[in-house]
Every structure is written in C-alpha cells, then in structure tokens.
C-alpha cells in the first residue's frame, strides 16, 4: 500500500527534525490535489496527489495539527471532495473561501481560531504571491509546483527548523543587548 510507505517515510522525516511546526497549513487547489475546484462537479470522485494522504496521516500521528487556507469559487466542491476523500476531519480549521485578497486573511483567520503564532507555522501552496504574502506575516512557506510530496515535506521542515532557530538566537541577542544595556543604566542611577 503506498499511503502506509510514504506514511512511514514521512514519520521518519519528521523524526529527524528537533522542531517541528505546531500547525502545517496547506491550500488545496494544484498543492493537495491536481485540479481547481470550480473546473469540478460535485458528483466527481476527486483524487489526492500521490504522497498526500500518506504525508496527512504522518503529520496527524506525530501530533501535528494541520489546516486548510483555500482562496476558491467554489467551496462547496471542495468540502465535498474533502468529505468523499475522508479528509474533512483531520484539519482543526479550513479556510475555504473566495477572497479578492492574498491569502494572509485565512491565515489570519487560522491564527485567531487555533492561537498558533504565525511563526509557529508551516504553509504549502502552489502560487509564489501567497508564498511571499504569508512568509512576511512570519510562517515558514513552501512553494510546491507539482503538489505536495515527501520532498517538500523535508525542505518545508529544514526550512522551518533553520527558521527557528535563526529567530531564536536573534531574540537571545536582543535580550542580551537590552537587559545589557538597562542593567548599565540602572547602576549609572545608583
């Protein structure tokens, strides 16, 4: 069964990362699955791409939440085929509507439901203005042009673990420099 391979090979790649996102939010139109909603009937049996469901499942068991942030015409299809999929239920918030904005309202949207810092995200998706657009409100985002496979899930998390860790050391830094310079103030007052 190829979900299980790549399910197992996810967990693995997923365990070599110290840390991991505590939210992975991805689109779905050309980044879960291969087509656009509103070119679909709801009576269609729509597909995933080959190493999502396993992908899903590998971040579910290791306790990873995962979301949904979809700008669509159409998102009843897309509930739809999430329900004929036997998705629905793995995401803690789906975003899935038409927006004449970038993509940052239904991460902001995600944000305010689930509390997750934006820094404490990881975002897929196929378009290279929502990429941009969300990394500069702080998550880590993954351009994928043939959908999300076991090869975006590893940079998706090197980069967000160097992201991390860069974040990390620049707030030691800071609270160096400032706690630094206002105990030498406090002893100039002495």
Same mark, same amino acid.
């Given at each position: +069964?190829?979900?299980?391979?790549? %399910?197992?090979?996810? =967990?693995?790649?997923? $365990? =070599?990362?110290?840390? !991991? /996102?505590? !939210?992975?939010?991805?689109?779905? &139109? ?14 269609? =049996? ?28 159409? /998102? &009843?299809?897309?509930?739809?085929? *999430? ?6 239920? +793995?995401?803690?918030? %789906? ?21 997750? /810092?934006? %820094?404490? =995200?990881?975002?897929? &998706? ?10 500069? +409100? ?8 043939? $959908?999300?496979?076991?090869?975006? *899930? ?16 620049? %707030?030691?830094?800071? *609270? ?15």
């Amino acid at each position: +069964m190829g979900d299980e391979r790549v %399910k197992t090979e996810g =967990m693995q790649i997923i $365990g =070599m990362f110290q840390v !991991l /996102p505590k !939210l992975v939010v991805f689109d779905l &139109d050309y980044t879960l699955w291969p087509f656009y909603c509103e070119c679909r009937s709801k009576h269609e =049996m729509p597909s995933l791409y080959p190493h999502v469901e396993g992908i899903l499942y590998a971040l579910n068991d290791k306790g990873i939440d995962i979301a949904i942030a979809s700008r669509s015409p159409t /998102p &009843d299809i897309a509930n739809t085929f *999430l329900d004929k999929l036997n998705i629905k239920s +793995m995401f803690v918030a %789906k975003e899935i509507f038409s927006s004449c904005t970038h993509k940052t309202e239904h991460i902001q949207k995600i944000h305010l439901r689930t509390g997750v /810092p934006f %820094k404490s =995200m990881l975002f897929f &998706d196929d378009e290279k203005r929502n990429i941009q657009a969300v990394s500069k +409100m702080g998550a880590t985002s993954i351009f994928v042009e043939n $959908g999300v496979n076991l090869g975006a *899930l590893r940079q998706g998390l090197a980069e967000f673990s160097e992201n991390w860790n860069t974040s990390e050391k620049n %707030k030691l830094k800071w *609270l160096k420099k400032f706690c630094k310079s206002s105990n030498s103030s406090e002893e100039e007052q002495k």
